[in-house]
């Protein structure tokens, strides 16, 4: 498998429009305007990077292996595992982590299939694909990092849906609002050959007075973490409501399943990670509770 950055270029009269119709609204009149002048002529190459919570986050693009899109129900004929027969037979790596193949697995109910060993001009051209798109890869970290044309953004107070619209029909994108929370939209770029969703995230990202955040909608696995054996004889044999509710003689789902949290040595629940946050909801104290 061979990764590279990959640059595709976005036609002059398309930076125009954008940066034109940018400029029209005042509401998007950013004081950093100069610095963002360059990116948003750069929407068609692949940044390299994206923001997150914990900030820029560097990722490199496989050249080989794509995410592809189907326009439902255009899938036509498909095997005995679901797949599309117009897709070339799935490839499935020696060292791809099991939690990435569930997860290629579950997409493949969604229309996403994951496409291996061909060209992006190939995987575009197969039949019914609507789109196809590379998987990323962080530096050094084997599980890829499923890409899609939507994102994910919720927007500053103030700032109304309208003109909202108006900013995403000038960089290529559809725009809806989300099923949950407030202000929030999904943006859906129309053309992924001549504009990058990763570019159009990190563009909306950097504009302070319009979005709190912007952040490409990827699909990631699941991944579970072990915590360090607790030898609490408590814990062990009376709390089922913090972990193995059943075998602690308690009603099945009546846990909170309080060791994923508790693991301080792996992922999202390391210890110092400021995205972990801690709710404590206590109304009374049982005298008698063990």
């Not at 496989?62 to 070339?88: E, H, I, N, Y």
């Not at 996403?112 to 609507?130: H, I, Q, Y």
């Not at 408590?234 to 789902?253: E, F, R, T």
């Amino acid at each position: 498998m061979t990764v590279q950055p990959s640059r595709r270029s976005i036609g002059l009269r398309q930076v125009l429009v954008c940066i034109a119709a940018i400029a029209a609204n005042s509401v998007f009149a950013d004081t950093n305007q100069n610095e963002g002048v360059a990116q948003r002529a750069a929407l068609g190459e692949q940044p390299g990077f994206f923001y997150d919570l914990r900030g820029k986050r560097q990722v490199v693009e496989a050249d080989d292996q794509f995410l592809v899109r189907f326009k439902s129900p255009m899938r036509g004929s498909t095997d005995a595992s679901g797949r599309p027969t117009g897709l070339p037979a799935a490839v499935i790596p020696v060292d791809l982590p099991a939690s990435a193949r569930q997860l290629e697995t579950r997409l493949a109910r969604r229309d996403f299939f994951v496409v291996r060993g061909v060209d992006r001009a190939t995987a575009e051209s197969l039949p019914g694909v609507g789109y196809a798109l590379p998987l990323l890869y962080r530096p050094g970290v084997p599980t890829p990092i499923y890409q899609t044309a939507d994102i994910v953004l919720r927007a500053r107070e103030g700032v109304d849906k309208a003109s909202l619209t108006a900013l995403a029909e000038s960089l290529g994108c559809d725009i809806r609002s989300a099923s949950r929370g407030t202000r929030r939209y999904i943006l859906t770029v129309r053309d992924v050959r001549t504009t990058q969703p990763l570019a159009v995230a990190n563009l909306l990202h950097e504009m302070k007075n319009v979005a709190e955040y912007a952040h490409p909608d990827f699909f990631l696995p699941k991944v579970a973490y072990t915590p360090p054996v607790i030898n609490d004889p408590y814990y062990l044999s009376l709390q089922w409501h913090l972990d193995g509710d059943v075998n602690k003689g308690a009603d099945p789902n009546s846990d909170i399943n309080a060791e994923t949290a508790w693991d301080t040595d792996n992922g999202p629940n390391a210890q110092g990670v400021s995205t972990v946050r801690v709710s404590i909801l206590d109304e009374c104290v049982e005298r008698d509770h063990p």
